[in-house]
């Protein structure tokens, strides 16, 4: 299949790799992604509450807030790796977890809406997730030749730029057990762009690497952040790293966002108590 080319523009860090153009849907101004009252629930425990938000093609979008406000369940139901209970999750116009019938109406996704509108989207967990028993090509690989259907060929040319991207373009033949957290996460990374997704989803992605690792991964992401049209959304405690990358902030408290604004704006004057205590403990 014809594949385009990845969505990085050319920087120093990403020379090898190709501009994408600008999606035309682009310029009509509607959100990229819009949660519409989502609820999640797990038994009789309400996580998200009638969660609002939306987010523009492009846009950078760090959440924060306390353990346990659901920022990863947003994450992984954006991934379609949960189920909403309740509302709609609206990805450039489409219906994510929902199918519309002939009828118009909304009803559950099917396993067949889910696998397509999951490749718009990427994500890097916090524990890496690559598949041990591949080496670092094949994670990279496998999803673009089992998922999109690029030919084997194609897709080693990709994984290999996108390993000389992250700084790994010696480590093709090795097993993630030999690499280091910091490079489990650059091959990680590198895996979900090799699915050249529209939206980068990223959970805590530097809190399980030893502290003189984490410098490398940011400097990375904001890379990606600044020189792509990949809209990135970011649950992150790296504070500068959310100055430096996210236009917006949104902080969420008992499964609401209850201030959204500036990272200039929330992390120096956030007109919500709640806010203002949380930053007191992480910062
Ligand atoms: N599979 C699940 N089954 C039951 N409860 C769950 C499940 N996944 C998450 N939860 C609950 O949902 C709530 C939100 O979890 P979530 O992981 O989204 O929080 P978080 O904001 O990412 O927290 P942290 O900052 O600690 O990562 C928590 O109370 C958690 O216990
Ligand atoms: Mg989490």
């Known amino acids: 299949m014809a594949t385009e ?144 259907g690029m030919g084997r060929d194609e897709a080693e040319t990709r994984a290999r730029e996108l390993l000389d991207l992250v700084g790994l373009s010696g480590k093709t033949d090795a097993h993630p057990s030999q690499l280091s957290g910091g490079q489990q996460q650059r091959v990680a990374i590198a895996r979900a762009l090799a699915m050249q997704p529209e939206i980068l989803l990223l959970d805590e992605v530097t809190s399980a690497l030893d502290p003189e690792l984490v410098a490398g991964v940011l400097e990375l992401l904001s890379d990606i952040a600044r020189n792509t049209d990949i809209t990135m959304l970011c649950v992150t405690h790296e504070m500068n790293f959310a100055r430096d990358v996210s236009e917006t902030v949104l902080m969420f408290d008992a499964g609401r966002v209850i201030e959204s604004g500036s990272p200039e704006k929330i992390f120096t004057d956030p007109a919500h108590e709640r806010t203002r205590e949380f930053l007191t403990a992480v910062l």
Do not use: C
């Open 5 to 148: 080319p990845l969505p990085l523009q050319k920087t120093a860090a990403a020379a090898a790799v190709d501009i994408a153009p600008v999606p035309a849907t682009s310029q009509t101004g509607r959100p990229l992604v819009r949660f519409d009252n989502v609820v999640k629930r797990y038994g009789d425990h309400v996580v998200l509450d009638g969660l609002d938000f939306s987010v523009r093609r492009g846009e950078n979008v760090t959440l924060i807030g306390p353990s346990g406000s659901g920022k990863t369940t947003i994450l992984r139901l954006l991934m379609t790796l949960e189920k909403v209970s309740d509302g709609v999750i609206w990805v450039d116009g489409d219906p994510l977890s929902h199918t519309r019938a002939p009828d118009g109406s909304l009803r559950p996704a099917t396993e067949k809406h889910l696998r397509k509108a999951r490749k718009k989207i990427g994500m890097v967990f916090q524990q890496f997730n690559l598949f041990p028993h591949m080496k670092v090509l094949q994670n990279i690989t496998e999803a673009p030749v089992s998922v999109l």
